[in-house]
């Protein structure tokens, strides 16, 4: 077999982020798509996630004897992905290979810390050759990989775009067995899509590239669900995608083949709140929906209209009205921070109360590197102090080396403590405080424990 990877022994890390909390447990799905290709080509494949593993890379480089390292990280694990690689070049004389969005967007930086290449974008049709190329010694052959990024002769070599995969029905499912520690999760999760329709300034989306929607098929879709209960025992699924499908004829096709097929399982999914209709939810709740995420991220309409969310606070406050109707849980995500004067933020709470979610996130603007908000700050009124402190970007907590003109570090704590006091008068538990059995859960930047699924 020309793609014959049967002498190489990778081992594939998803590098922790810099806090431990986490808002669900879900196994990394993109080292999964990667770690299944590469098996089906005869390598020995295990993938560690450092997120939730407690254990030394010394003990896994003497146990598993890996010819080829592949990390995983966004800018949130920068900094310790990077004393990561640091540790590894001292102990380790195989070949490093490192993906993920920070990756793709600072490939210089991450070669410069000892990486030997940098895996841009999509890598799933490139990451065969790539590995057949370093198995082989063949360094200097990298030039003919698409999608890759080295260093030759200190000066950064990018080679051709890898074009995106339109038909995403052709990759495999991901092989969870890879997973070093499956029972870790309490639940299975799955992806669907790529690309987003939209382009909100706080999405970092764009930023590499991630412009193309495509969208597997329904019927590829109930398989692999199909898969996941007969060899997994799922019962619970979760849909990772920002957005369920593109559209609702390609969601309703979805939950026929469910209930067709007679599939029994709960799932979970995220969709914008104008992109539902009674009839929908309704056969979404028929084949086993049990809850619906929605970013909201305000309740200002003129914030809404500044961040490019192309959405009415009419249009959520009447989908969330048939929500109840039909008897869904609804969990939300929200932003305070984002550009607008202190009582445009207050106007959230008051819309919170109104739709009254099951769950509320509320997190602060992090401008995230890729995003409209990272690229361009200035404009927004938004001033990043020390662009190479990637410390600092973390939305579970309260910002730190970055300024608002708007609103200032006590306006922000003040907003934060007078949501959490109104909101639990209101009804709600914070995360730290929760049982199973409560209805109306709160989580921000204060509590120690995320949202269980």
Sequence with gaps: MIN??????????NVGDIRSKRIYR??????GYIGTILSNHSAS????DF????VSIEEILHNFQPSIIGLSFLSTSWPIARDLIGKLRSQFNGWIIAGGIHSTLFPEEVLNTGVDVVLLGEGETSIVKLVKTLQNGLKEKLAAVPGMAFLHNKEVVITENNPPIMNLDIIPFIDRDLFHDLTLYSHHS????????YSCKFCCNWGVGVKKCRSRSPKNVVEEITYLIERYQAKTIYFADDLFFFNNSQRMEFCDLILSNEIKFKWVVQLRADSVSEQLLRLMKKAGC???CFGIESGCQEILDNIGKHISIEQIRQTFNLIKNVGIKTKT???LGLPGNYEQQLESLNFMKEITPNEISIHSLIPLPGSEYWDHSENYGIHIQNRNNFNSLYYHSLPTNINFDYLSELDIYNLFIHFINELRKAGYKTTDECSENDDL??????EEKGFNI
């Design 45 to 48: 494949v295990v993938i560690y």
């Design 290 to 292: 049990i809850k619906l």
């Design 51 to 54: 997120s939730l593993e407690k």
């Design 333 to 335: 995500w929200w932003i």
């Design 441 to 446: 859960i709160l989580s921000t930047p204060f």
């Design 26 to 31: 879900e196994y990394p799905l993109g080292l």
């Design 4 to 13: 014959d990877l049967s002498k190489s022994r990778i081992l594939l890390v």
């Design 190 to 197: 799955m992806i669907i899509s790529r690309g987003c329709p």
